[in-house]
């Protein structure tokens, strides 16, 4: 499960490599974080391309320490549909996306979650395989 504290991968190809949870979104009373939620994340790894600007005005990089919006789309906890199969992955994965909470990638390697994909139809357009 993950809770506020817990470091998550970057799925998105735009840099970053580890982030960690800040805080939930909408969830004030409550530090759980579940599939589909959207958090506040600060990067703490950023592969070679460190100095990347994330919008086209060159303002905002993704530096270590920065702090960014994100869609959590992997997690290892268990997930239960309603058609009663179960969902669980190898590893905890978000996206980074903006204040209109569109994805600053232009594409995702990795399979989505139906869940996530119906929550937010931008992070699902994306990618080329819905599980």
Do not use: W
Request: glycine share 6%; proline share 3%; hydrophobic share 35%.
């Amino acid at each position: 499960m993950l809770i506020v504290g817990s470091y998550v991968e970057c799925v998105d190809e735009i840099g970053a490599v580890q982030a960690q949870i800040l805080k939930v979104k909408n969830k004030s009373n409550t530090n759980k974080v579940k599939l589909g939620d959207l958090v506040y994340v600060t990067i703490k790894k950023v592969n070679k391309r460190r100095g990347f600007f994330l919008d086209k005005k060159k303002e905002t990089k993704l530096l270590p320490g920065t702090m960014h919006r994100a869609v959590v789309i992997y997690t290892k906890k268990k997930f239960l549909r309603k058609d009663s199969t179960i969902l669980s992955f190898s590893k905890n994965g978000i996206v980074l996306v903006n204040k209109g909470l569109y994805p600053y990638t232009n594409r995702l390697r990795t399979p989505i979650p139906r869940e996530v994909a119906t929550r937010y139809s931008f992070v699902g357009s994306l990618t080329k395989k819905i599980i």
